[in-house]
C-alpha cells in the first residue's frame, strides 16, 4: 500500500528576532515521505508534493493560507532539501523549509 507522510518540524531556530523590534521569524519544516511499490512511482509522488504548484503540492497547501489561521501576518517557502531515500524501503523524502514572520504583541 503507498504510504505518503507530512510530518511538521521545528528548525534548529525556532524563534529569532527579526529587523525590527517588534517583529519575529519562526522557522519550521515539513517532512515529506512517500513509500510507494517502485521507487520510480515513491519519487513521482515526493516530486508533486515539493512543487510549488499543483492539487498535492505542500508548499501551495501553506501558500493557501499565508497567516497559518491568523497566527502569523506571512509566511514564505525557503527551500527543498535533503531529497534522499528512505533506508531499507522503496520510498524518498525531502524537506520543504518554511519561515514564518509575526509581530509580537
Not at 492539487?55 to 509566511?75: C, P
Request: with cysteine; net charge negative; hydrophobic share 40%.
Amino acid at each position: 500500500p503507498d504510504r505518503d507522510t507530512a510530518t511538521v518540524l521545528p528548525s534548529e531556530t525556532v524563534l529569532e528576532p527579526a529587523a525590527h523590534a517588534s517583529k519575529w521569524t519562526a522557522r519550521f519544516q515539513i517532512l515529506v515521505r512517500c513509500v510507494r511499490g517502485k521507487l520510480k512511482d515513491s519519487q513521482d509522488a515526493l516530486d508533486a508534493y515539493i512543487d510549488p504548484t499543483g492539487a498535492s503540492s505542500v508548499i501551495a497547501a501553506v501558500y493557501g493560507d499565508r497567516t497559518l489561521g491568523g497566527t502569523v501576518d506571512d509566511v514564505r517557502c525557503t527551500g527543498v532539501t535533503n531529497y534522499r531515500g528512505v533506508d531499507n524501503t522503496v520510498g524518498v523524502q525531502a524537506l520543504v523549509s518554511f519561515e514564518a514572520y509575526f509581530t509580537a504583541s
